[in-house]
């Protein structure tokens, strides 16, 4: 089927003139302006589309094309916030590519026999208040009632924090999203698009060293309880970790703060965290426990102590099979044999998946750069993806 290539980039470029940011790039923060912004284009592009549509409790933005018999829907999009200087195809793909595949199939196809919806996901980032997969959660009625700020911020948009509850939905079989890969693998591989097999587990800890703070010049290096050079050697450790796991295994400290942070003081105390990822239970849970016993064994040899808490978790989500055979199918009839990847970030579908099937499509990321302004992908590889989700959603929902 015939994808408008030309409208697909003007659309993408017409969403990242949004919220542009003085040092580059994009800022669409939940609730905010360019935020609002954003869902009023994206809502006249339904629109004019013919699609019905409609924002429910949270501010999610659905467009709706009723299909002849009833049954639940099938969905596609993305999510329309973005992180600080962000880039123009985060969540803003899955939700043009959404309506471009949509629109084809009403054009070329007439009305679908299942209801087809596209949907811009209020929120997924995280990055103005710590609600990560707030809209998501919403749609699968599991959110908790807003604090003080972000029901302030909801009411400024005309939303009421009381009824978050009714977002949920239970008439979703199956969610379906194009995403740029967001790393380099099928750009080495030269590889133009995979099929998502699985959403990586992730574990955030906080692991908090405990030595002595002592004179920098008059204590002997076998007398120290230096908390830094402990946490150094245990960050060595969680790298090494990871590394002999093997992929999809990974690893990162992120953040690491010293105390008493003086260039003439032994450090007595270091903060610091551990981001870890695997896609299978089993692996994900060795690799925490690796970590943990480790870091434990630093400790005791150079007599620091250690606590180690749990800042969050999420278990693997595997996509479901029939979703991924679908998006095989749809690759091969256009033409391409579409590898399949594990994904290490997180995204909606992940969340989805506790109340309907789940799939997902990546297309390569230039240098594997997102979540900045170098954010790009070869246009040749969006036309790909979109060519391959208006196949799938044709097998789901004609």
Known sequence: MRIDGALLEQRLDELYKIGTEPGGGVYRPLYGSAWAEAGDCVERWMKKAGLEARRDAVGNLWGRLDGTKKGKVIVTGS??????????????????????????????????????????????????????????????????????????AMRERGLDPATVASAARDDIDTFVELHIEQGAVLETANVPLAVVSAIVGTAHLELAVTGRPDHAGTTPMDMRRDALAGAAAMVQAVESIARSLGKPAVATVGKIRAEPDQINVVPGRVVFTVDLRHSDPGARRALEERTRSLCRTIAAERGLELEVRVLHERPPVPMHAEVRAVLTRAAQECGVQATELVSGAGHDAQI?????????????SVGGRSHCPEEHTDPGHLELGVRVLVRALELLAY
């Open 352 to 364: 989805l998946a506790a109340r309907c099937k789940v799939g997902m499509l990546f297309v390569p």
């Open 79 to 152: 999510h329309i916030d973005t992180v600080r200087h962000g880039g123009r195809l985060d969540g803003a793909l899955g939700i043009v590519a959404g309506l471009t595949a949509v629109e084809a199939l009403l054009k070329e196809k007439g009305k679908p026999r299942r209801t087809l919806e596209v949907v811009a996901i209020c929120e997924e980032e995280g990055s103005r208040f710590a609600t990560n997969f707030w809209g998501s959660r919403a749609i699968v009625g599991a959110i908790d009632s807003p604090d003080a700020a972000m029901a302030e």
